[in-house]
């Protein structure tokens, strides 16, 4: 595999150029990109430092790559690294600080000329400081295991960049200048500038078990198509991606760092693949919306046959309730499975939360049972450096999804993920028959730990909190101080998916080039406030009538009805204006302004609607029937600007819809 640049001197030539120097080897070309023409130029070897360039005081860790805003290109370099671990004696690392760099010689990152550079330039540091991000020189972190074995031949000349797995390359369209200048000029190979950054999580911990020294690695890989947050990013899109998919690989490797008995067991999670969302009114259980559009079917057979295609026979886990609020979302999803119908797809129900009411949370051993035959058919990956092939093949995958795809399948992967490792003990002869990590304290004990902080990671990323149900991962038993951290996490997602995912949306649309700005594009809608003068004025009233309460509590009386009518008024006014804002609540939910979902929250067309609170007075619940017979121009055109292939073009460029919020 071809060598990438671990460290780089940067050396600035005032309003000139950015030249890129390897630490290592001595000689190796440098990399030069011009301020004014944006030239990106990989220099002949020894090519000297011009002499009025100044070096950076920082090391540069990696490129993260260039983005291009409204008023400059910028390059992402990484300054800041932590060692988080040795995998098969290869460093692990995760970014831990940036610096940002204009090429535009007259914009400067710390005083931007106009408020909407400036709100993009904040879009992309929040992304980079809110995300988890990991990479290494030497090893390819975007593949699991079996499938860097497989192509282990091929991959021998080849780039790291040039062998990642494309989902889990989460700054690729970073790197796409890069990458167009390395395939189209073999002169002008950039790959060694190349680094690929994967989100998600990363734990490994040395174990010791009846006196085999071993270690257990924990990686999520989280795919960058159709990336973003809880309620904003659901169900599928016109290519069969899904919202919130990650690649869970739980990795035992028997020995020292130069063990050549390794064993991975894969699985994945994903959102329900249908066309569905729930839209925000500022009530705790949004307006839950399915979209029956015409080729939905398609499209989530499309999904299924990817997987099978990578990994395999699929056993789809449903963990989503049989009634209430969820009830639509398991009965679509099954009977879009039926008319799929794709081969050696298998679909499992579970009722996670009868099963485990009252804290039975023990009772996921029921599902461990259901799906027994189909974890032992499947397998895992075992290969032993002293033999020529390897000993098992993981044939199949686990696909796990609840509402979320956060909390009970957390639960669920965790679980399965317990049993298969128990199976891989036993088959390597360090547990007996009938033994289990759970007699082994401190096994049992980290295992349960990586688990669940790989459970915040994938949670915090989406939900924007730690996941719930994590003193069952950490502890084996649900407990009342459980319960309580939960209801604050619920409280603090309420408020995060409301007042504030709309920014971190933006976010993840700008880095993983959802959304491209134009140059020169500059709309007032991104950092105005174009909703109603009535619905932002009344905010100020609630504000204005809670604190004229709170300074009547200090004012003299009289009497005990002195002040009756005083807060009579204000108390009234108190009322009103939150009723005005419950019942008008989508007006009030902080929406993504780069991309707007008009057409989801206002869509009438074929499909499932609980119910359009929020919004104005409301209207009834609405059911399948009766919103095919509303089914209009709005479903029609929203049905043509989604099938596959179509332009989106509206949807990228702002300002020609107006902003939600």
């Given at each position: 595999m071809k060598t990438l640049h671990q460290r780089l001197s940067l050396y600035i030539d005032g309003k000139e150029s950015y030249t890129f120097i390897p630490a290592e080897p001595v000689g190796a070309r440098s990399l030069t990109i011009y301020r004014n023409s944006g030239d990106v130029v990989l220099n002949a070897p020894n090519t000297p430092i011009p002499v009025t360039a100044e070096r950076s005081g920082k090391t540069i860790y990696g490129i993260f790559g260039m983005i291009s805003l409204a008023m400059s290109e910028y390059i992402i370099v990484v300054t800041g690294r932590e060692l988080r671990g040795h995998l098969m004696r290869q460093n692990i690392y995760r970014a831990t600080e940036y610096d940002i760099l204009p090429l535009n010689p007259d914009i400067s990152v710390q005083t931007p000329p106009n408020t909407v550079e400036a709100h993009l330039l904040a879009l992309v540091r929040s992304h980079l400081l809110g995300g988890q991000f990991f990479f290494s020189y030497t090893w390819d972190v975007t593949r699991r295991l079996q499938a860097q074995?497989?192509?282990?031949?091929?991959?021998?000349?080849?780039?790291?960049?040039?062998?990642?797995?494309?989902?889990?390359?989460?700054?690729?369209?970073?790197?796409?200048?890069?990458?167009?200048?390395?395939?189209?000029?073999?002169?002008?190979?950039?790959?060694?500038?190349?680094?690929?950054?994967?989100?998600?999580?990363?734990?490994?911990?040395?174990?010791?078990?009846?006196?085999?020294?071993?270690?257990?690695?924990?990686?999520?890989?989280?795919?960058?198509?159709?990336?973003?947050?809880?309620?904003?990013?659901?169900?599928?899109?016109?290519?069969?991606?899904?919202?919130?998919?990650?690649?869970?690989?739980?990795?035992?490797?028997?020995?020292?760092?130069?063990?050549?008995?390794?064993?991975?067991?894969?699985?994945?999670?994903?959102?329900?693949?249908?066309?569905?969302?729930?839209?925000?009114?500022?009530?705790?259980?949004?307006?839950?919306?399915?979209?029956?559009?015409?080729?939905?079917?398609e499209v989530t057979r499309q999904h299924l046959l990817h997987n099978n295609k990578l990994y395999g026979e699929q056993s789809l886990v449903n963990l989503v309730n049989h009634k209430g609020h969820e009830k639509p979302v398991k009965e679509a999803f099954e009977r879009y499975i039926t008319e799929a119908n794709v081969p050696k797809v298998k679909y499992e129900y579970f009722d996670f939360h009868t099963e485990c009411k009252h804290m039975r949370w023990d009772r996921i051993?029921?599902?461990?049972?259901?799906?027994?035959?189909?974890?032992?058919?499947?397998?895992?990956?075992?290969?032993?450096?002293?033999?020529?092939?390897?000993?098992?093949?993981?044939?199949?995958?686990?696909?796990?999804?609840?509402?979320?795809?956060?909390?009970?399948?957390?639960?669920?992967?965790?679980?399965?993920?317990?049993?298969?490792?128990?199976?891989?003990?036993?088959?390597?002869?360090?547990?007996?028959?009938?033994?289990?990590?759970?007699?082994?304290?401190?096994?049992i004990g980290d295992f349960r730990e990586m688990w669940a902080d790989h459970?915040?990671?994938?949670?915090?990323?989406?939900?924007?909190?730690?996941?719930?149900?994590?003193?069952?991962?950490?502890?084996?038993?649900?407990?009342?101080?459980?319960?309580?951290?939960?209801?604050?996490?619920?409280?603090?997602?309420?408020?995060?998916?409301?007042?504030?995912?709309?920014?971190?949306?933006?976010?993840?649309?700008?880095?993983?080039?959802?959304?491209?700005?134009?140059?020169?594009?500059?709309?007032?809608?991104?950092?105005?406030?174009?909703?109603?003068?009535?619905?932002?004025?009344?905010?100020?009233?609630?504000?204005?009538?809670?604190?004229?309460?709170?300074?009547?509590?200090?004012?003299?009386?009289?009497?005990?009805?002195?002040?009756?009518?005083?807060?009579?008024?204000?108390?009234?006014?108190?009322?009103?204006?939150?009723?005005?804002?419950?019942?008008?609540?989508?007006?009030?939910?902080?929406?993504?302004?780069?991309?707007?979902?008009?057409?989801?929250?206002?869509?009438?067309?074929?499909?499932?609607?609980?119910?359009h609170r929020g919004k104005g007075l409301g209207i009834p619940a609405l059911n399948v029937a009766e919103l095919k017979v509303q089914a209009g121009a709005k479903a029609k055109q929203f049905s043509e600007s989604h099938r596959p292939g179509k332009s989106k073009l509206e949807e990228i460029e702002m300002g020609t819809k107006e902003r939600v919020d």
């Open positions: 074995w497989v192509t282990l031949q091929e991959d021998g000349d080849k780039a790291l960049w040039e062998s990642a797995d494309d989902r889990f390359f989460w700054n690729k369209f970073l790197h796409s200048r890069f990458i167009d200048l390395t395939y189209g000029n073999p002169d002008q190979n950039l790959s060694s500038y190349i680094l690929p950054i994967m989100y998600g999580s990363f734990d490994i911990r040395p174990e010791r078990l009846n006196g085999q020294d071993l270690q257990i690695c924990l990686i999520s890989r989280r795919s960058r198509y159709r990336a973003g947050t809880r309620y904003f990013r659901r169900g599928i899109d016109d290519e069969g991606h899904v919202a919130n998919f990650n690649e869970t690989e739980q990795i035992l490797l028997v020995g020292g760092d130069d063990s050549g008995v390794q064993l991975s067991f894969v699985q994945i999670r994903g959102s329900v693949p249908l066309f569905w969302a729930e839209v925000n009114t500022l009530r705790y259980k949004p307006d839950m919306q399915i979209m029956d559009l015409q080729h939905a079917v051993s029921v599902l461990i049972s259901k799906l027994e035959d189909d974890l032992i058919r499947q397998g895992y990956f075992h290969v032993d450096s002293t033999k020529m092939e390897p000993v098992k093949l993981q044939t199949g995958i686990v696909r796990t999804n609840c509402m979320d795809n956060l909390d009970r399948t957390n639960v669920a992967q965790a679980a399965f993920a317990k049993w298969t490792l128990n199976r891989q003990l036993r088959a390597l002869g360090i547990l007996q028959e009938g033994d289990s990590i759970d007699n082994h304290e401190e096994v459970a915040n990671a994938i949670s915090i990323a989406y939900s924007g909190t730690g996941a719930l149900k994590t003193d069952f991962t950490r502890t084996g038993k649900r407990t009342r101080m459980g319960l309580l951290q939960d209801g604050c996490n619920s409280v603090v997602r309420y408020l995060k998916n409301n007042f504030f995912d709309g920014a971190r949306q933006d976010a993840f649309d700008l880095m993983t080039g959802a959304w491209v700005p134009r140059r020169g594009w500059m709309p007032l809608s991104l950092v105005a406030d174009r909703r109603p003068l009535v619905i932002r004025a009344v905010p100020y009233v609630l504000s204005f009538s809670l604190f004229m309460i709170c300074a009547g509590l200090t004012l003299p009386r009289t009497s005990d009805y002195s002040l009756f009518y005083y807060f009579l008024f204000w108390f009234t006014l108190l009322a009103l204006s939150l009723l005005f804002i419950f019942l008008h609540g989508v007006e009030y939910v902080n929406w993504p302004r780069l991309r707007p979902l008009t057409e989801i929250i206002y869509y009438e067309g074929p499909g499932y609607r609980s119910g």
